[in-house]
């Protein structure tokens, strides 16, 4: 398994370029960040100062959506930083939740996510696109690639990453849906020609080590709130009882009521008092060092090649620190220890 961090641009952008360096040191291969305009920094901004300081992580949104950015602009963007540091990207991408209805905007139509998805990837290595009644290309890009990762919940969601993209992001750590979605992701695949096994499945979700586990819950109990937004655009389509989404999703966002994006992905958060304990443990990984272990293992038998974990938190050290002694060592195979080690002696070459 393969570990990535994920991180809210909050300033100092410092931090994060001192975070991402030692998630490197820990054994992580990527790292992220949220990506909406109003709420956080400019990531795209920071991504170079991250890359300067580390050698082998590479960088994403998760995620971006096909409207807070022109497609080209968003394909210049990652192809640029590619052509800097040696195609260190990954473009996370979803239909788009903070970042769009802050600014009093709905999340975009799958058609709408399929078409981006396939121009941004095509001009970030290179080729010719139909863009407007135009054939568009980016001639400067050279040895370009941009793997894609689509986040999804839902089934139409699930079969159009299992389409298009190159990785699937589920964002949450439950085994029971994430087994559900993968099913439903490697069907599509199939389905469109595809082998499943050249696909990354990646969960994402709070990761938090101590033994106060009352104490853990509160800090990421905002996780569920954040993943009822999704879940109740799904309620809203399929409805509660069509079988389309399974109740292990779904049933908990019953007392939600509203939510102010003011407090999004935070600690505190007033609008996830609903949120039960019970879908706290499911949704996110809590524990001693060897829960997480154990926790992670599992996911890992169900598929899930990469955990991006979100940092946000109080013992942001303190659980950063647990990964890089307990947690990675105990989840890292001998594949990744070879390819590590084919990096550093590529890196020493030159």
């Avoid at 069509?242 to 992905?265: C, F, K, M, N, W």
Wanted: some cysteine; charged content about 25%.
């Amino acid at each position: 398994m393969k570990f990535g961090l994920v991180l809210q641009t909050d300033p100092p952008a410092t931090r994060l370029v001192d975070l991402a360096r030692r998630a490197e040191q820990a054994g992580f291969s990527s790292v992220w960040t949220f990506d909406s305009p109003v709420l956080w920094q400019e990531p795209f901004v920071i991504y170079p100062r991250i890359l300067e300081a580390t050698e082998t992580v590479s960088v994403g949104t998760m995620v971006t959506n096909p409207r807070s950015r022109e497609w080209p602009v968003l394909a210049s963007l990652y192809a640029t930083l590619n052509d800097m540091f040696e195609n260190r990207t990954i473009c996370g991408i979803g239909r788009g939740d903070s970042a769009v209805r802050v600014i009093g905007e709905r999340p975009t139509s799958l058609e709408e996510l399929g078409a981006c998805i396939r121009t941004v990837k095509a001009l970030a290595s290179g080729q010719e696109v139909e863009l407007h009644g135009r054939t568009v290309r980016l001639p400067w890009v050279r040895d370009g690639a941009l793997p894609v990762w689509m986040a999804a919940y839902g089934p139409k969601a699930l079969a159009l990453a299992g389409r298009e993209a190159d990785g699937l992001i589920l964002q949450i750590a439950d085994p029971f849906v994430i087994s559900w979605a993968i099913a439903r992701f490697f069907e599509a695949a199939r389905e469109a020609g595809r082998d499943p096994d050249t696909l990354t499945i990646c969960a994402a979700a709070p990761a938090y080590v101590s033994e106060d586990l009352a104490h853990q819950r509160d800090q990421v109990r905002w996780f569920g709130g954040m993943v009822g937004n999704h879940v109740a655009d799904l309620v809203a389509r399929y409805g509660q009882e069509s079988g389309a989404v399974p109740a292990e999703l779904t049933e908990y966002i019953e007392g939600r009521r509203g939510y102010d994006y003011a407090h999004h992905g935070r600690a505190g958060n007033p609008d996830t008092e609903f949120v039960p304990d019970e879908i706290v443990d499911r949704f996110c990984v809590l524990g001693t060092a060897e829960d997480h272990v154990t926790k992670l293992r599992e996911l890992e038998s169900l598929g899930v090649s990469h955990f991006a974990l979100y940092l946000m938190h109080d013992a942001q050290d303190a659980t950063l620190a647990a990964y890089g002694d307990r947690v990675v060592p105990a989840l890292r195979t001998r594949a990744d220890e070879s390819r590590e080690q084919d990096t550093k002696e590529r890196k020493d070459a030159r």
